[in-house]
Structure formats: structure tokens, C-alpha cells
């Protein structure tokens, strides 16, 4: 209509009035019809996506782990779902005489390495527990030809003599401090002289755990005894707070040293933490290189320090009551 109204208005001053006026009011013309429609009112709320809240609980119920039947006692076929039945355990000679089946099944290599993996229970009393230990064991049976790399702390030329010719790989004064701090030596083991001690604090939270200390047998003035220690024996560590993972012997040693060196190091374990705690050691899992983890049965591999203790607390009761039986 404001067309029509403009052009008859304007129609004989088309000339000179405004140039192309018509087809700028069409052009204005056709910009309104083309305007969307204005909305009087609200938009209505669009339906919440239930489609991601099914999806979430679809999740849920995909992690859910469903229940399983009981635990049988034994299986009763040769293939069978091993989450159905507990783990077997196995008295450690039938163990290892399974380790040496399963090389010979397997045709792998005799020589290999026999393993040990330890679980611990690290609690204390209340929120107490066992802080991360290393530690070092001399083996009844050795299994390795190697030997560790030890570095002597010692100012005195004597002693600095003697630690050579007992196969220290490093020997030396306040001078290698600088070296250990920047990691240019590095060794397996540290053994320090008393005098030069107050030397080596530097090197506390460097060596941490491996820094000269009487209880880990690595400070004093027999150098060739902690030499000949350090050098032979088996070092190991608690990994991931609770487990100790090692070697042991050889798969072509007797099961007899296999046993033997098993037992020296789990009664080394034993003695970081009191007994009255109760057991240190959860479970106990042994293999070889190639083979798959047996867990064992722990009787006969634990220290057995409270009933020693028992028996001898029921000695001494026996002894008070003799002379009170006497007397009267």
C-alpha cells in the first residue's frame, strides 16, 4: 500500500523530484515483506535430552560387574573359568618341581631366572605403616657370576689400599661428592669409614637409603667384610608401597638351594616389621622367566618367633609353679 500511495503522489514529478525514488521504495518494499514476523510471545522451553541421561546410566550398568555363582572347591575339567575357583596355593617344593615341568614342556631356556614376587601388609598400628625399605641379603646358594659395584669412603691410605684389592669399583675422599651429586659415578652400594662421616652429609638426600649406616651393615672399619657383602649379596626394594619383586637362583639349581635362598630372603623381609603386628607377608607368588606365577602356601616360609616365644613364656610358668607345688 505505502507504494502505491508514493507513486501516485509523485507520479508526474518523477523527473525532478528524486531520481529512481520508485526503485528504491521497492527495494524498501520488498526488505519488509521479506523481515521474519516479530514474536509476541515466549519460546516454549525445548524437552530436556533424556537420550544422555539413558546413555549415562546404560554406562553404569555396562561397569556394574555382575554377579558370579559361589567358588567351587576344585575344578573338575581341564578347561575351566578360573574366576569360578580360588587361586590353588602349592607347598613350595611342588612348586618349583612345576617350574622345572613347565621349562622342559616348554623347551625354554634352563638357565633362566627364578622370581618372587612379595605382598606385604605394611599397616601399623592406627594410621601407622611401614615406610619403603631397601635392603641387601647374603644368599646361602649364589646364582649369578656378576657381582655389585661398591663405592669406598675413606681418607686413609691404607684402608683405601685394602678396599682395592677386596674389589671396590671406587674408592676415595670428599672428592667424589661433587661426581655422585652430578650422577658421573654411579655404583650399587656405598660403605663408608666412621672418621669421614661428617664429610658426607651432602650426600644424604642424594643417596637416601643408601647412604652408610650401621643397621645396613655398610658403615665401620671391616672394609672387607662389607665388601665382600655389598659385592655378593642380593639387593632388593619395596615397589609401589607394598610389593618387593626379585631374583633367586637359577631354574637348573637344586630345588634344595632354591628353597634355601627363598627362605633367606623372606626372613630378611620379616625383620622390618615386629611380629606382634602380625604376619608381614600376605602372599607370596614364585616363577620362572617364562612360566606363569604360582602363589604359594606361606606355612613353613614365615619366621616362627611367637611361638618360641610361647613355649618359652609356658617353660618359665611351669619353673614358678614347681617351687610353689615344693613349699607346700
Not at 625383620?271 to 606365577?293: D, Q
Request: with cysteine; glycine share 4%; net charge positive.
Amino acid at each position: 500500500m505505502p507504494r502505491r500511495w508514493w507513486s501516485a503522489v509523485l507520479a508526474p514529478h518523477r523527473g525532478w523530484v528524486i531520481p529512481g525514488l520508485d526503485r528504491r521504495l521497492a527495494a524498501a518494499s520488498a526488505m519488509v515483506s521479506a523481515a521474519p514476523p516479530v514474536r509476541l510471545y515466549a519460546a516454549a522451553a525445548k524437552p530436556a535430552n533424556r537420550s544422555s541421561k539413558n546413555t549415562k546410566q546404560e554406562e553404569t550398568k555396562k561397569k556394574q560387574v555382575p554377579r558370579r555363582r559361589p567358588l567351587m572347591a576344585k575344578p573338575v575339567d581341564d578347561v575351566y573359568l578360573t574366576w569360578h575357583y580360588e587361586r590353588p596355593s602349592y607347598e613350595v617344593e611342588k612348586a618349583v618341581g612345576m617350574l622345572k615341568k613347565f621349562q622342559e614342556l616348554d623347551f625354554t631356556y634352563p638357565k633362566q631366572f627364578v622370581y618372587i614376587n612379595v605382598f606385604l601388609d605394611m599397616a601399623l598400628q592406627k594410621k601407622k605403616k611401614v615406610e619403603p625399605f631397601t635392603s641387601t641379603v647374603l644368599l646361602p646358594h649364589r646364582f649369578s657370576d656378576q657381582t655389585n659395584k661398591v663405592l669406598v669412603f675413606t681418607e686413609n691410605e691404607q684402608e683405601a689400599e685394602i678396599a682395592r684389592e677386596n674389589g671396590a669399583a671406587v674408592v676415595g675422599g670428599v672428592e667424589l661428592i661433587k661426581w655422585i651429586l652430578e650422577d658421573e659415578i654411579q655404583v650399587d652400594s656405598y660403605i663408608a669409614v666412621p672418621e669421614i662421616m661428617p664429610k658426607l652429609i651432602p650426600l644424604r638426600s642424594k643417596l637416601k637409603q643408601k647412604y652408610p649406616n650401621t643397621k645396613r651393615n655398610s658403615l665401620g672399619h671391616d672394609i672387607p667384610k662389607m665388601l665382600q657383602f655389598y659385592r655378593d649379596g642380593l639387593g632388593y626394594a619395596v615397589q609401589d608401597e607394598c610389593v618387593i619383586k626379585t631374583r633367586i637362583a637359577r631354574l637348573d639349581m637344586p630345588t634344595e638351594q632354591i628353597i634355601a635362598n627363598l627362605k633367606t630372603v623372606i626372613n630378611d623381609i620379616c625383620t622390618f616389621k615386629p611380629l606382634t603386628y602380625g604376619p608381614f607377608v600376605k602372599s607370596l607368588v614364585i616363577r620362572s622367566s617364562t612360566s606363569e606365577g604360582l602363589l604359594l602356601h606361606l606355612g613353613g616360609l614365615l619366621p616362627q618367633v611367637e611361638k618360641v616365644e610361647e613355649k618359652e613364656g609356658a617353660e618359665g610358668d611351669e619353673e614358678k609353679r614347681i617351687p610353689e607345688s615344693a613349699s607346700t
